[in-house]
């Protein structure tokens, strides 16, 4: 019954911003950490970002610090990351994910996650 669904990639200049979505069905987010990952062919599907159920907590991966924002709206259901500033290397699919169990802990690997969206690509052009 829990189906996350990933909207808003697409291709985007050096530079530029995009905004991607996560919305979820089966369940309130309310208490629940969500997440961001993204994962390119032959490499290992790493952190972007992920935000507590409360949104007051906070954590990114090194190579987008400062560059990308992860945020919520629990009354819709939806979890945005706000890229500014891409770079070549941000191109990626990128998946959003949370746990079956709620908990306030930023787990930073993907194992740790239990559902996940299809990902939508975000590909960077110079």
């Known amino acids: 019954q829990v189906q996350l669904v990933e909207s808003g990639g697409g291709l985007v200049q050096a530079g530029g911003s995009l905004r991607l979505s996560c919305t979820v069905s089966?369940?309130?987010?309310?208490?629940?950490?969500m997440a961001w990952f993204r994962q390119n062919p032959g490499k290992d599907r790493e952190l972007v970002a992920a935000?507590?159920?409360?949104?007051?907590?906070?954590i990114y991966g090194d190579p987008v610090k400062g560059r990308f924002t992860i945020s919520r709206d629990n009354d819709k259901n939806t979890v945005f990351l706000h890229m500014d500033s891409v770079k070549l290397d941000d191109t990626a699919r990128y998946y959003c994910?949370?746990?079956?169990?709620?908990?306030?802990?930023?787990?930073?690997?993907?194992?740790?996650?239990?559902?996940w969206g299809q990902g939508t690509q975000v590909t960077v052009s110079t």
């Open positions: 994910a949370m746990p079956e169990y709620w908990s306030d802990t930023l787990y930073p690997k993907s194992y740790q996650y239990d559902y």
């Open positions: 935000i507590t159920g409360s949104g007051v907590n906070k």
């Open positions: 089966g369940r309130t987010l309310s208490h629940f950490v």
